[in-house]
T-cell receptor
Framework: SQKIEQNSEALNIQEGKTATLTCNYT??????LQWYRQDPGRGPVFLLL?????KEKRKERLKVTFDTTLKQSLFHITASQPADSATYLC??????????FGDGTTLTVKP | EAGVAQSPRYKIIEKRQSVAFWCNPI?????LYWYQQILGQGPKLLIQ????????DSQLPKDRFSAERLKGVDSTLKIQPAKLEDSAVYLC??????????????FGPGTRLTVL
């Protein structure tokens, strides 16, 4: 069956460091992948999209990579700030637009 | 631009009761989604509409859950009768996406349902 795994443990890092979050998948051939941020009590907010034929995407301090051979996406936040503390979700999409979300990784950035 | 609206924000009911949630997507968004998010988990897709047609409802427990999107705009999700395991946040999202396109989803604030 299809499975998406994100960092099983919460991630705690020091302000200014780079946070790296992992999204691994099995039994899935996604057409594209999205990363979302979710704060407590709120709905997810879109951050970045990357297609299967793209290796890397950047937006300000955010970078996402997509390796369809390893079946893995990495999400990086450089120069992290306490305001980056949140849960980050990866979502995989088929060509038909059907989405499957991972369970998320909770990131805490300490000042 | 107004975001996705959902109501109510919170609902507490007893098991075996019925409940309905309402969602008004962003104007012009053809695709509407309902998700169930259990504490500590990611959103699980219940049903996806494109305009007023169902694209995917494979994970909707059809013996107790129903959803409709009349006139291709707002939507309601109903649970009848509710079970304890239905306690979750119900998220509505919308997007411009059609089949094969890639667009971001805009989420509403969710409805937190507690079944006692």
């Amino acid at each position: 069956s299809q499975k998406i795994e994100q960092n099983s443990e919460a991630l705690n890092i020091q302000e200014g460091k780079t946070a790296t979050l992992t999204c691994n998948y099995t039994n899935y051939s996604p057409a594209y992948l999205q990363w979302y941020r979710q704060d407590p009590g709120r709905g997810p907010v879109f951050l970045l999209l990357i297609r299967e034929n793209e290796k890397e995407k950047r937006k300000e301090r955010l970078k996402v990579t997509f390796d369809t051979t390893l079946k893995q996406s990495l999400f990086h936040i450089t120069a992290s700030q306490p305001a980056d503390s949140a849960t980050y979700l990866c979502a995989l999409y088929t060509n038909a637009g059907k989405s499957t979300f991972g369970d998320g990784t909770t990131l805490t950035v300490k000042p | 631009e107004a975001g996705v609206a959902q109501s109510p924000r919170y609902k507490i009911i007893e098991k075996r009761q019925s409940v309905a949630f309402w969602c008004n997507p962003i104007s012009g968004h053809a695709t509407l989604y309902w998700y169930q998010q259990i504490l500590g988990q990611g959103p699980k897709l219940l049903i996806q509409f494109q305009n007023n047609g169902v694209v995917d409802d494979s994970q909707l427990p059809k013996d107790r859950f129903s959803a409709e999107r009349l006139k291709g705009v707002d939507s309601t999700l109903k649970i009848q009768p509710a079970k304890l395991e239905d306690s979750a946040v119900y998220l509505c999202a919308s997007s411009l996406m059609g089949a094969g396109d890639a667009y971001e989803q805009f989420f509403g604030p969710g409805t937190r349902l507690t079944v006692l």
